[in-house]
């Protein structure tokens, strides 16, 4: 089955300490992305990357690393984090023709204390 | 003018009736325009793709109107099952892959 994986499904931690959430998708995608998802704000995005070693700063980057070793993996890594990421976190992947359908991972709620 | 707008709403209609969505983006050079549906917490889902020639599917269709920017969606005979969160998502221009979502609006079917 074509999917997106993303773990944990719920994340609680605290200040400061570093953390990662995976995202692995099976379709053989060039294109993932990571969003997150906050009241009256919609889906902002985080970082993409077009493919393997091929990252890019979205709208939101700051606070936030990511990596693209491989082209199934593309895990979001919270170096510091800090109680304003607290929010709901999406993956997503594509192809990159024309008109792709994006499939999204279930989502991570992540809280920082 | 903000890149992609939407009525947040939330639209409260009753089962039967016909509802319409509206969404206007401000970037000319965009060239691929979706509508998403979203449940509460859960993760968006492509309802459609719209095309310059408009679409349907079943209850639900699409237009674009290109020279006024805005994409517009329909539903007709509205179920229980439509209630959740509409999302207009547009591409940043010509041959990009990013998209810009719209904040959503939320439709509420009413037995």
């Known amino acids: 089955e074509a999917q997106v994986t993303q773990n944990p499904r719920y994340l609680i931690t605290v200040t400061g300490k570093k953390l990662t959430v995976t995202c692995s998708q099976n379709?053989?995608?060039?294109?993932m992305s990571w969003y997150r998802q906050d009241p009256g704000l919609g889906l902002r995005q985080i970082y993409y990357?077009?493919?393997?070693?091929?990252?890019d700063k979205g709208d939101v980057p700051e606070g936030y690393k990511v990596s693209r070793k491989e082209k199934r993996n593309f895990p979001l890594i919270l170096e510091s984090p800090s109680p304003n990421q607290t929010s709901l976190y999406f993956c997503a992947s594509s192809g990159i023709a024309t008109n792709e359908k994006l499939f999204f991972g279930s989502g991570t709620q992540l809280s920082v204390l | 003018r903000k890149e992609v707008e939407q009525d947040p709403g939330p639209f409260n209609v009753p089962e039967g009736a016909t509802v319409a969505f509206n969404c206007t983006y401000s970037n000319s050079a965009s060239q691929s325009f979706f509508w998403y549906r979203q449940d509460c917490r859960k993760e968006p889902k492509l309802l459609m793709s719209v095309y310059s020639s408009g679409n349907e599917d079943g209850r639900f269709t699409a237009q674009l109107n290109r020279a006024s920017q805005y994409i517009s969606l329909l539903i007709r005979d509205s179920k229980l099952s439509d209630s959740a969160t509409y999302l207009c998502v547009v591409n940043r221009g010509a041959g990009s892959y990013q998209l810009t979502f719209g904040k959503g609006t939320k439709l509420s079917v009413i037995p």
């Open positions: 379709m053989n995608h060039e294109y």
């Open positions: 990357s077009m493919n393997v070693e091929v990252t």
